[in-house]
């Protein structure tokens, strides 16, 4: 089991940046493929960013490409979500989640998420 704890959330006006962060329990974090996420109230949830369990394979929401980047440090057993340029749209609680099987497979854990406000 893993259990994930996002930090780095926080206010920011338009064109700033932020950069947030997940550690992970465990010693098999690096055996997951993690993602990014993010919500806002009333709207579904929405895939931000992924990374393979090497790190070595990165995709992005369209929203997120040229702008976020996503990384993680095994060692550490963190993952890491740089945002810069961002926009109030980009508003909204970000979680980062773990799952072991690629493709369509649902994450199987989740953190409990980390405000990230833009004010324009």
């Known amino acids: 089991q893993v259990q994930l704890v996002e930090s780095g959330g926080g206010l920011v006006q338009a064109g700033g940046s932020l950069r947030l962060s997940c550690a992970g329990s465990?010693?098999?974090?690096?055996?997951?493929?993690m993602g990014w996420f993010r919500q806002v109230p009333g709207k579904e949830r929405e895939s931000v960013a992924s990374i393979s369990a090497s790190g070595k394979t990165t995709s992005y929401a369209e929203s997120a490409k040229g702008r976020f980047t996503i990384s993680r440090d095994n060692a550490k057993n963190s993952v890491y979500l740089q945002m810069n340029s961002l926009k109030p749209e980009d508003t909204a609680v970000y979680y980062c989640?773990?799952?072991?099987?690629?493709?369509?497979?649902?994450?199987?854990?989740w953190g409990q998420g980390t405000q990230v406000t833009v004010s324009s």
């Open positions: 465990g010693r098999t974090f690096s055996m997951y493929i």
């Open positions: 989640a773990a799952k072991a099987k690629p493709g369509q497979s649902p994450y199987d854990y």
